[in-house]
């Protein structure tokens, strides 16, 4: 598994985005997706998962009624549509594929990593 985060960018808020994540490989549609995000001097963190088959979708509650993730397996791309965004929406975004089908927001049930996006939202 390979994949490559992209469509992040400079918005102001209330603007939208949709970063995608692909796989070069082709071989992730049988495992759960998330999205993180990092801001600067800060951990890590969860912000949306699905599950393979896409029936399965999780959110940390900041971006509840904002974000929609979704997927299409035939195009093996995961997609974070991000609406209402906010300055404190910024930091780079990366995608992972999970050990399991699943939809889990835990970042240790995640084994590959893609290279990550920049999404920067001004007041």
């Known amino acids: 598994v390979q994949l490559q985060a992209y469509g992040g960018g400079l918005v102001q808020a209330g603007a939208s985005l949709r970063p995608s994540c692909t796989d070069s490989r082709r071989t992730f549609s049988n495992n759960g997706v998330g999205w993180f995000r990092q801001a600067p001097g800060k951990e890590r963190e969860f912000v949306a998962a699905i599950s393979w088959r896409g029936g399965t979708t999780i959110y940390r509650d900041s971006v509840k009624g904002r974000f929609t993730i979704s997927r299409d397996n035939a195009k093996n791309t995961v997609y974070l549509q991000m609406n209402s965004l906010e300055p404190e929406d910024t930091a780079v975004y990366y995608c992972?594929?999970?050990?399991?089908?699943?939809?889990?927001?835990?970042?240790?049930?995640?084994?590959?990593w893609g290279q990550g996006t920049q999404v920067t939202v001004s007041s």
């Open positions: 992972s594929a999970a050990r399991s089908a699943a939809a889990t927001r835990d970042v240790g049930s995640y084994r590959y």
